[in-house]
T-cell receptor, first 116, second 113 residues
Framework: GNSVTQMEGPVTLSEEAFLTINCTYT??????LFWYVQYPGEGLQLLLKATKADDKGSNKGFEATYRKETTSFHLEKGSVQVSDSAVYFCALSDLSSGGSNYKLTFGKGTLLTVNP | DGGITQSPKYLFRKEGQNVTLSCEQN?????MYWYRQDPGQGLRLIYYSQIVNDFQKGDIAEGYSVSREKKESFPLTVTSAQKNPTAFYLCASSIQGTNSPLHFGNGTRLTVT
């Protein structure tokens, strides 16, 4: 079956530091990959996505590149802000067994805290 | 603005009582989902529905029930059979049959004592 593994947190950084959150996946098909962000007390929001190998998703200064050869989709940001403090989820979407519906599989989430 | 509304934000119940969590969307999405979130465990799928009057069990459906009588609404009932009901519950929707991202509500935090 499909699975997503992301680095365990929590991750604590100072403002303007470089961020990397690792994400690797296993999938039987050709998945699309996503990063979602969850701010305290809220639901998840889509941060960025990539639908095929070598695609780069980007949004709000965050980037992630779909690497099929290493089955990875690491999240990066060059200079984090206090407002980036949140939980980040890596996820993949692939056709479920039977091939009729797409199923989303989430990683366990990584808590990021950015201090001023 | 289109979106997903979950209510209430906080819910408290006594053990042994059934409780229903509301989820309404005005995005015209066919597919709707319920997830449970526990600390350190990520999101686990409870139930999902692709179309009105049809739904399927997810990975942790035991102790839960749903209905889908209208496209806009997908309520979740946490029954007294659910052994550990205290959790954060998230409802989501998406365009059916595509690889589109999920849109999430802001969640309901259920506490059962």
């Amino acid at each position: 079956g499909n699975s997503v593994t992301q680095m365990e947190g929590p991750v604590t950084l100072s403002e303007e530091a470089f961020l990397t959150i690792n994400c690797t996946y296993t999938a039987t098909g050709y998945p699309s990959l996503f990063w979602y962000v969850q701010y305290p007390g809220e639901g998840l929001q889509l941060l960025l996505k990539a639908t095929k190998a070598d695609d780069k998703g980007s949004n709000k200064g965050f980037e992630a590149t779909y690497r099929k050869e290493t089955t990875s989709f690491h999240l990066e940001k060059g200079s984090v802000q206090v407002s980036d403090s949140a939980v980040y989820f890596c996820a993949l979407s692939d056709l479920s067994s039977g091939g009729s519906n797409y199923k989303l599989t989430f990683g366990k989430g990584t808590l990021l805290t950015v201090n001023p | 603005d289109g979106g997903i509304t979950q209510s209430p934000k906080y819910l408290f119940r006594k053990e042994g009582q059934n409780v229903t969590l509301s989820c309404e969307q005005n995005l015209n999405h066919d597919a709707m989902y319920w997830y449970r979130q526990d600390p350190g465990q990520g999101l686990r799928l409870i139930y999902y529905s692709q179309i009105v009057n049809d739904f399927q069990k997810g990975d942790i459906a035991e102790g839960y029930s749903v209905s889908r009588e209208k496209k806009e609404s997908f309520p979740l009932t946490v029954t007294s059979a659910q052994k550990n009901p205290t959790a954060f519950y998230l409802c989501a929707s998406s365009i059916q049959g595509t690889n589109s991202p999920l849109h999430f509500g802001n969640g309901t935090r259920l506490t059962v004592t």
